[in-house]
């Protein structure tokens, strides 16, 4: 499974536009980029999957250059509720997932 | 509500006892998975069935052991436990378990709160 590296923490404010990276450079061709949310004791939640270019869906947008060697997770003004540790996960038809150590990011009022 | 439900919500019990956790799918999901997220450990895979069967085993050890019922719900069991074993416990479950494709969106549970005294 791809190796992934993203910042630790990011502090945003209310209604800004949050942008999380992940460099995974030794993704494989039939690797798909996912990315996760998890609350404090709770369960992580799906919130987007792509293999190349831009996948938007309601919660937010990832932008994945042709490279595939990074990918963003963006995050449109976001809301106090929207603190939580998000994971990036890099991997192709495995069936488990592998969680690295996530992003926690902080909104600010 | 991931549709995804788990009990207990908390179990308190004495290191060398046994304990069993219980996971039921989302409606139509046919893999259930079992992950443990300790502080020092993060969030780990442990296992999954898909109808019935095994099919990936992660970093279980040889005192847990898990199994999926006919009705598609799971148990995973914890034998001999450990103070080390004191960690939250999430089952999540998919539909896919085709390989080349993705399966990666999976919906976990609430989790299992264990603590071993």
């Known amino acids: 499974l791809a190796k992934t590296t993203q910042p630790i923490s990011m502090d945003s404010y209310e209604g800004q536009e949050v942008n999380i990276t992940c460099s995974h450079n030794?993704?494989?061709?039939?690797?798909?980029i996912t990315w996760y949310q998890q609350f404090p004791s709770q369960g992580p939640r799906f919130i987007i999957q792509?293999?190349?270019t831009k996948v938007t869906n309601e919660v937010a947008s990832l932008f994945i250059p042709a490279d595939r060697k990074s990918s963003t997770l963006s995050l449109p003004r976001v809301s106090l509720s929207d603190t939580a540790v998000y994971y990036c996960?890099?991997?192709?038809?495995?069936?488990?997932?592998?969680f690295g150590s996530g992003t926690q990011l902080t909104v600010l009022p | 509500d991931s549709g995804v439900t788990q009990t207990p919500k908390h179990l308190i019990t004495a290191t060398g006892q046994r304990v069993t956790l219980r996971c039921s799918p989302r409606?139509?999901?046919?893999?259930v998975y079992w992950y443990q997220q300790s502080l020092d450990q993060g969030l780990q895979f442990l296992i999954q069935?898909?109808?019935?069967?095994?099919?990936a085993k992660g970093n279980i050890l040889e005192r847990f052991s898990a199994q999926q019922f006919p009705d598609l719900h799971s148990e995973l069991n914890l034998s001999s436990l450990e103070l080390g074993d004191s960690a939250l416990y999430f089952c999540?479950?998919?539909?896919?378990?085709?390989?080349?494709?993705?399966?990666?969106?999976?919906?976990f549970g609430p989790g299992t709160r264990l603590t071993v005294t």
């Open positions: 069935y898909y109808n019935g069967e095994e099919r």
């Open positions: 409606s139509g999901d046919l893999s």
């Open positions: 999540a479950s998919s539909v896919r378990d085709n390989p080349g494709l993705p399966t990666y969106e999976q919906y």
């Open positions: 030794n993704i494989a061709t039939n690797d798909y």
């Open positions: 792509g293999y190349k």
């Open positions: 996960l890099v991997g192709g038809s495995a069936r488990q997932l592998t």
